[in-house]
């Protein structure tokens, strides 16, 4: 796979981060001590590398205290070129990432053109090197031009350098075409991201219940994904492709999803950080900021949520980046434009989980770096010795209340405006360069 990182004319001095809280998830690890990186690759990983003093050449950065871990893997993020540039770029994409922790980013196919071709593949990977500070990766699309009717190419698209595919926020209908691609995925060993959500039944604007009958807006019923997840989890019992379900929102699917795992089936979910940490009623009075697909479900949903994530039975946290311009959201919420801004969010947003000792540090980061990282056949998300230097340092603890306007996105629909966020990143490395650093 060709490295999506610009390098510098020369190679980055060796960077040794000490006095830090280790925070390794590929293993397990949780310990004070320090971590070397040299020649873009972490050396080291230990307790007491720096009583031996800097190696020659070294940076030194003194963490005091706070985390160092591997850079996050966001799986889901809408990234703007080509075709949507006014809401975002790779390159202000990537600026938001860094800034957030994530030193890969996972783009989506729904882009126009559709990413359906090599070529267009082959575009978002050369405009990643030419412009973005953090590792890009693009799935493509399922179906071409993202219609649910005719496979692309898998073969000559995974050899382009998709990492995945789907179909973003549209589900396939036919059952027999998503049986083929599954079927025809399998021999590349090529992983089918789906939207697990029934388009007919999903023409409303918020959760179905009695919320949404006291706002007077037409729900969403949860059956609505269950029936496609349903649906899928057999597919892949008779197809035995790699199959990862985009974001389930709800208990009913985790029902489904747990059946699927214990039968041994190759299935594999994530859920976003807005369906982890908001609810229904969050909308409040009509904020179409928190207007969503699929939608904010009811707080008990929430909840399993987050024991799934505890469990494992949920296995990925992803943001769910979807920036939108402001005419698109100022309107009324049933006619608002679904979708949240979420990279920079994502890494505070998820420390709540912690905070509220609803999941341990370590498991949150193998949600949302090594797991990630593992499913798509990537080399990050640990500190062993050897991996890429994809590595970030952030103060769990360090308050700050957001203001839209400091985001490094080019749009401003964020649901956590003037919200109180517990964690900072303050530094951010990929392929041993620091590439954001907070001030």
Do not use: W
Not at 16 to 40: K, T, Y
Not at 141 to 169: N, P, R
Not at 292 to 315: F, H, N, T, V, Y
Not at 357 to 376: G, K, Y
């Amino acid at each position: 796979m060709r490295d999506p990182v610009r390098h510098s004319n020369g190679d980055p001095r060796p960077l040794l981060l000490a006095n830090a809280r280790v925070v390794d998830p590929s293993r397990g690890a949780d310990f004070h001590g320090d971590v070397f990186i040299a020649d873009g690759v972490v050396k080291d990983a230990a307790f007491g590398i720096a009583n031996a003093g800097p190696p020659d050449g070294a940076e030194v950065v003194d963490c005091r205290g706070a985390v160092v871990a591997p850079g996050l893997v966001d799986m889901r993020a809408f990234a703007g070129e080509p075709g949507a540039e006014p809401r975002e770029t790779l390159a202000s994409a990537s600026l938001a990432a860094a800034a957030g922790g994530v030193t890969t980013l996972i783009c989506q196919p729904d882009t126009d053109p559709v990413v359906d071709e090599p070529a267009i593949v082959d575009f978002i990977l050369r405009r990643a090197r030419d412009t973005a500070v953090v590792r890009v990766h693009p799935m493509a699309a399922i179906t071409k031009g993202l219609k649910g009717e005719e496979m692309t190419e898998i073969g000559l698209l995974t050899a382009a350098g998709a990492v995945a595919f789907t179909d973003g926020h549209a589900s396939i209908p036919s059952a027999q075409v998503l049986r083929r691609a599954l079927t025809y995925a399998r021999d590349f060993d090529a992983l089918i991201v789906h939207h697990t959500e029934d388009a007919t039944m999903s023409g409303g604007a918020m959760n179905q219940g009695e919320f949404a009958a006291r706002l007077g807006l037409g729900g969403v019923p949860k059956s609505a994904e269950t029936i496609v997840l349903e649906r899928d989890v057999r597919l892949v019992g008779d197809a035995r492709g790699r199959y990862h379900a985009a974001a389930v929102t709800c208990a009913e699917s985790l029902a489904v999803l747990e059946r699927a795992k214990a039968a041994g089936l190759p299935v594999t979910a994530s859920a976003s950080i807005n369906h982890l940490t908001f609810n229904e009623l969050d909308i409040g009075s009509y904020r179409t900021f928190f207007k969503l697909k699929p939608p904010l479900r009811a707080e008990d949903d929430r909840k399993a949520l987050i024991r799934a994530l505890a469990s494992g039975l949920i296995d990925v946290v992803v943001s769910d980046h979807l920036p939108q311009d402001v005419e698109g959201k100022r309107l009324p919420f049933s006619e608002a434009e679904p979708g949240a801004l979420g990279l920079e969010t994502l890494l505070a947003a998820a420390l709540r989980l912690v905070h509220a000792d609803e999941i341990d540090l370590v498991s949150l980061l193998f949600a949302l770096s090594t797991r990630p990282a593992q499913i798509l056949g990537l080399k990050g998300g640990t500190l062993k010795a050897g991996a890429p230097a994809d590595v970030i340092v952030f103060d769990p603890h360090q308050a700050y209340v957001l203001d839209k306007r400091d985001l490094k996105s080019r749009s401003r629909n964020t649901p956590f405006d003037e919200a109180r966020l517990d964690g900072r990143v303050l530094r951010t490395i990929v392929a041993g360069q620091t590439v954001y650093e907070y001030v």
